[in-house]
Structures are given as C-alpha cells and as structure tokens.
C-alpha cells in the first residue's frame, strides 16, 4: 500500500492516490500517512477527504501532527481544530512548542480555548489531563423524549453520546442514565425516575492510571470526573483509558528494566535520549556491584586458598537473580492490577518462603547430583555450594517480594524495585552467605 | 465494610446486610463476597437483589463461582443463568469440572445451549473463545424506525446495542450503524444509506490479542467476529478487550521473568504449583550459568595469577546483564505494542551499536577514574577492566536487541528472551571478552 501511494505520488496522479485513501479507516489513514517522507505529508493529509482528514489526525503521532500544522494555512488549521474532539486537541498542544499552540488556539472559538487550557493546566497524568468536557448532560425533570431531543440536537459533536450525565442547576452530578435505559423506558418517563443515582467518580486530580482502573472494573464506557466541590467538569471515555492502560504498562515495564520511562515510542526516540533514560541507572547499578567486588576482595585470601570456590560465584549470583526476579516482578504485577493488598503481605510472606525452600531444595538437590558425579568436587565443596544455593534462593525470593511492597508503603514505584535492584542486592548477600558458609565448613 | 458486614451476619441481622449490598456496583458485590468467609459466601449471595447478584455473579473468580453454584438449588441456578450474558457463562464454564458444567447446560435453554457450546469448542485464547452471541443485527432495508423497534423489543437481552450489525440473508456482515448514527438520522431513512460499509473485522480463529488490538487501535465499542465463510457469528465487546489486554501483559510480564504464565492471580495459586511455575526455568537457567563456572576454571591460572581480577568479575557481569535487558525488554514490549516491525530491524540494531558505545564510553570513562583515584590499581588492570566494559555494553545491547526479533521470526514469544536469558547469555560472553583482554593485555 505505501509503495503504490509513492508511486502515485511520484507520478503526480494525486486522483488515483486519493481513490485509495477515501475509504480508509482514520486509524489506518494516520498510519499510512506516517510511512510518507516528511515533504510528502501535507500533500498526502490534503488528498484525504475533509471529515477523514481531521479524523485521521486525532490518531497521528505529536510530531507529524506538529509538521502538519506547520504547513497548514488559516483555512485548514480551521477546519482540522473544528473537527477534533477536545480531548485529542489537549493531546495535541501537549506536545508542541509554544508558539504553535499559541497559532493553533487562535484558530479555535474562546469557548474551546477557554476549556483547553483548563485541562491543560491539570497535573500531568491526572485524570483531569485526559477527560473531555464534550459530555451530554441532562437535567432530572426532562422526560425521555425530551432528552433524544437533546441528545440529537448536541450529539454530534460529543465524542460518546450512550452514557449521559444528569446534573442540577450547579452542576453537581445527580445520576447517569444510558441511551439502553433511555430505549427501553416509555418516552413519557421523566430521567429522575430512571436514572442510576449510585455514580462512580473520580476527581479532576486523580491518577490517570486510577480512572483507567476504575472504568475497568465497572466496565464503563466512560468514568465522570468531578473538581473538588463535586462539580461534573468532565468524563474520560474507553478509549483513552485503554490507552492509559498501554502506556502506564510501559512505564512499568521500563522501570523493571531500569529505564526512565518516556511518553515516546521507542522507534522515535533519539539515540542521545536514550542514552540519558539508561545510563545514569547503568551507572547507579556499576557503583552498587561495587560492594560485591569489594566482598570478592576481602575474601581474596579464602579464594585464593580454594580456587575452585570461584568457579561457582556466576551460577550463585546468577539463581539469586533470577529467583529474586521471579518473585520481584510476580508481587510488583500484582500490586499494580490491585491484586495484593497490605493486608495479603504476612500470607503472601509465608507462601514466598515455602516456594524458596521447594524451589532452593530442588536446585540444591540438582547441584548436588551434578557436583558429585560431573565436577567431581569434594563433598565439602559440594555442601558448601549447595547449602549456599538454598539460603541465596530464600534470601532473594524474600528480598524480592518484599521490598516492591516497602517501596510502595514509602511512596514509590514498585517497579522500580525489579530484577536490576534485586540482583544487585542479591548479588552481595549471594557471596556473603557463600564465603560465611566456606569459612565454617572448609575452616579457610 | 467487611468487618461490619461480617459482624451483621455472625448476629444474624440479615435485613441490615441487605441493605449495605443492595445499592453496590456488581463489581463491588461480587469483590465483597470474595472477602466472606467460603461457609458464608452462598448466604451473602441470597442476600444480594435477584438482578444484582446475577450482575455480581459475572464478576467473581472462577472458584468462587462453582461453590456458589454447587451450593444453588435448581430455582436460584435458573435465576443466574438466565441474567448471565453468554460470554460471562463461557467464562465460567471454562473453568468448571464436567459434572458442574453439565449441570449448568441443563438449565439453560436449548439454543443458549447450543450457543455456548459452540464457543466453548473455539480454541483457547482465540476471538472465538472470548465473543458472544448477544449482539443486535438488523437488516439493510430497515428504516431508522424499524431498527430501534428492533433494539427495543431485543435490547435489554444484549450486551451492547450501540454498534448494530447489518447481515444479509446468508447472514453475511454488510455492514455496521450505530445509535449515534441511528438517532442522528431521520426516522425513515433506509439502514442501507447510513451504515458503514467499510467493516473491520476477526475471524473466531484470530489470536484474542490482536483482536484486542484491532478493537483498541480503531477505538471501536465492539469488534465483530466471523466464521471461515465470513459469516457474522458474534463480537467481542470492549471490556473483555481490556481484560484480554491487561491478561496478555501479565503473561508477557511472567514470561521477562522466566516464569510459566497462568491465568490465576498470585494470591491464588497454590505453593505447588507457583513452585512448578519457576523452579524449571531456574534449573535450566542454573545449568546455563555453569557454562560460565567452566569459562572461570577453565581460566584459574590466569585468575590465580592476578588475583585482582576477580573482584571485577560480578561488576562486569551485572552491567552486561542490566545493559542487555535494558535493550531487549525495550525491544520486546515494542513489539508487542507493534511500534517495531521487521523492516525497522536494520535502524533498530543501528541504535542500539551508537547507544551502547555511549553507554559503555561512559561507563568506561566512571570506572576509569574510580580505579585509577580510589582502587589504585595499575594502568594495565584499569584499562583491561574498562575495555572490557565498552565490549560487554556492546555485545549485551546487541544480543539483547535482537534475540527477541530472532525469536518473534522462529515463531517463539519474544518475551521469553528477556533478562534471565540474556543475563545468562551476556555473563558467558562477558567472562570470555574479559579473560582474553586480559590475557593479551596482561599477558598471563
């Protein structure tokens, strides 16, 4: 497809490019687009019919749609801003130089402007950052008729019209009621009477990622967003927080890697940006393996007296790693879905240390058979390693589950507190444990 | 909540709790039963509003689901079945022995019957395995008028009724209509002239994830499902696709720590069985790590010779390990989202070569001058050490940025080439780039 639209392009037959477009999805349209060279774009973004065209663009990554806007003049500034619902707008302005959201605002009537830089000027990912305000509303004393009337004559430019917010004269939310209720209720219903008065809500400064939690627990369609007087200012739609669900997963994902987390795709960062989200976590991490080099050190003596004791140092670390993984990034996944609460801790203490003894008593047992019969160490060597290798599994897996806990109690991230951390850790104590244990069984 | 709810019931004031339940969100019903002691879970449940309890019951965990309906007489499993809407009962029917299943089937009727039948035969983890049948479908030549006296009279039974489904007579998709559409055009305007023609769709054989990707990507409330006729034979709504969603996350978040996925949340898995989750990966992860005990022996004398070198050993190891995983979780979880394709390949392994060499230059650089000011060790040692460095951030970012892709290729989950594999990899890689550094530098 993109290699036919070049061709195309190449050969000016812009009618025939546009045939291909017109009935494309807006979604597939933005990434059709995308995969043009960027002096190809606007050519590209003005052959798309004019509704697909602003639709398209809702769904285009910052930066194109910054180079687009570049390129617009007045007249298709205009007519893309007024397409544009306005939580997509929000998004948009988020990410561009001052100057153009400075030209892009003044494009859009004062009471879009106005309700555009009242998100704006809510927190960075707070749930106030990613609603619209672009709700139906309706008031108790209509009747069912007259609420399709209203739902009809606003609809169109709401950006979902199923769930409906009934509202007094100051705004405080009183009930939704549903376009499935409003079906199947006689159109002579007054909406009081039907309406769901148990509402969910989140506040204009919760967590984006809380609301996105809260829409899919109750399998919402959308989830309203009230200020702090209890004022309905806003509601955030599916849609978005499934996005939010995307990218909150990402962040998390990165932090186990020890990556700061960026809002950009990997594919469009810098290469200079990536390196500044890595390596100061690189750095962090080379100075704390400093203290397990420094326990190597002091056992030099030890080591040097049984050198074969070296040899097992990478397969201890390396299982108290992975071990401390395996129960880092279980506890961290679970606390973020909401699946382990506070009080879960003493149970789910217990249970990590029963697995530690079944999973280290298995790998010990496994250590054991291969160093008698393969390596053909001697039994003390052999009860040195393996009695390491239990101990290092318990240590970690105890290390590992509870110290994403710890960090979320203190505030934190817990997942920050992944492999890289763990390992870290485990590592020192891994050799701790293992030199102690020499020391006693092998008297060095 | 819980604590007074249970002390209601230990003094048998069952009218009270009623009414703490009788005004809760299904899903928060559904969440406070969970908490209840297993002798009094059935109790609680008929204390629950008849709709409200078979709305609670589609939100509770699969175990908690078949002690209720053991505990069910023939009336009160009616009541449920009939309120379930089908892709919930296949839910639970999944995970249900076959006396309890075979049960459940008698009290549905004949066509329910056969409807979850045929989706309990699609294959795991398919759009098959996850639709249901509960859609609205109304044909081209209906006005707007017809079609919601459709909805009406058919509605309150389906899932969503906010995307309908135009089928021919062979039940083949035409196309859809929303009420949006529906109520924003004239009431005798012909289905045929508003709906979209332009339809996305799955088969029931596609994978759930991309069918949750499908629906994400093009904010749709609903995907349609068909057959290998393409014939319409259900959908798959958007709540189930963010569960799909938040599922596959895990699973994928399991594997990067080499842990066999499962459907059952932590707190739930028994000891045994979260032990046959990790200790094979660990075992085949420890025997990996004794390549690396080989590479050390097979070294001894050079080791032996300038003892110091050791010390460096689990400082080089871990940030090959932390580098490697840094590249590859990035990479994995790019191609999970779908942001890196094959063709991105050759940038992507570009990047990585330009980051590492930044990434290690600076690291080199660190380690250099605390060597040389803190360590005082010799210029030979310090400079195997940081050479060694740039090397190890260079093959761990590589090895880490392309195995995933390689693995995508074969057909394998990509995710399982994240940090315990690549730290396994890496640590060999990194011992053998050190020792012959040394080797050549040192001259031992």
């Not at 290469?271 to 420094?294: E, G, H, N």
Request: with cysteine.
């Amino acid at each position: 497809m993109t290699e036919r639209l070049l061709e195309l392009l190449e050969e000016k037959k812009y009618q025939e490019a546009g045939k291909i477009l017109k009935d494309m999805m807006p979604a597939d349209a933005a990434a059709l687009l995308s995969e043009m060279p960027e002096a190809k774009m606007p050519l590209v973004f003005r052959l798309l019919p004019k509704e697909l065209a602003a639709d398209a663009f809702a769904y285009m990554d910052p930066d194109i749609q910054e180079l687009l806007v570049k390129a617009f003049n007045d007249r298709e500034l205009d007519e893309v801003m007024s397409g544009l619902f306005l939580d997509d707008a929000v998004d948009m302005l988020e990410e561009m130089p001052a100057n153009v959201v400075k030209r892009v605002l003044s494009h859009v009537d004062a009471g879009t402007r106005k309700m555009i830089n009242q998100i704006l000027n809510y927190p960075k990912d707070s749930a106030g950052s990613i609603m619209t305000m672009e709700y139906v509303d309706l008031k108790g004393s209509m009747t069912v008729a007259q609420a399709f009337e209203r739902i009809r004559s606003t609809g169109i430019e709401k950006e979902t019209v199923y769930t409906c917010y009934v509202t007094d004269s100051r705004r405080k939310l009183e009930g939704i009621v549903t376009v499935k209720d409003l079906l199947l209720s006689p159109q002579e219903e007054v909406i009081r009477n039907i309406m769901e008065t148990n509402v969910k809500f989140v506040s204009t400064h919760t967590d984006q990622e809380e609301a996105a939690r809260q829409l899919s627990k109750y399998d919402f369609l959308a989830i309203p967003v009230v200020d702090a007087e209890e004022r309905l200012v806003g509601i955030v739609t599916v849609d978005d927080a499934i996005d939010v669900i995307q990218e909150e997963t990402t962040e998390d994902i990165e932090k186990m890697a020890a990556i700061t987390p960026s809002d950009r795709p990997y594919m469009k960062t810098s290469v200079l940006s990536t390196w500044k989200k890595r390596v100061p976590w690189l750095l962090l991490l080379m100075i704390s393996a400093t203290f397990t080099s420094a326990i190597i050190s002091n056992f030099e003596g030890a080591l040097a007296a049984s050198v074969v004791l070296t040899g097992f140092i990478p397969m201890l670390m390396d299982t108290g790693g992975n071990s401390g993984s395996q129960s880092s990034i279980t506890v961290i996944r679970g606390l973020s879905l909401g699946e382990i609460r506070y009080r879960d801790v003493p149970k789910l203490v217990g249970k990590e240390i029963t697995v530690a003894l079944l999973c280290g008593g298995t790998l010990a047992a496994a250590n054991f058979l291969k160093l008698m019969l393969i390596d053909r160490v001697t039994l003390p060597v052999a009860a040195v390693v393996c009695a390491t290798l239990l101990c290092v599994v318990l240590v970690s897996n105890l290390v590992g589950s509870t110290l994403p806990i710890l960090a979320k109690r203190l505030g934190f991230d817990p997942a920050v507190m992944a492999s890289p951390f763990i390992t870290t850790i485990v590592d020192a104590v891994a050799l701790l444990i293992y030199f102690n244990i020499a020391k006693l069984v092998l008297g060095i």
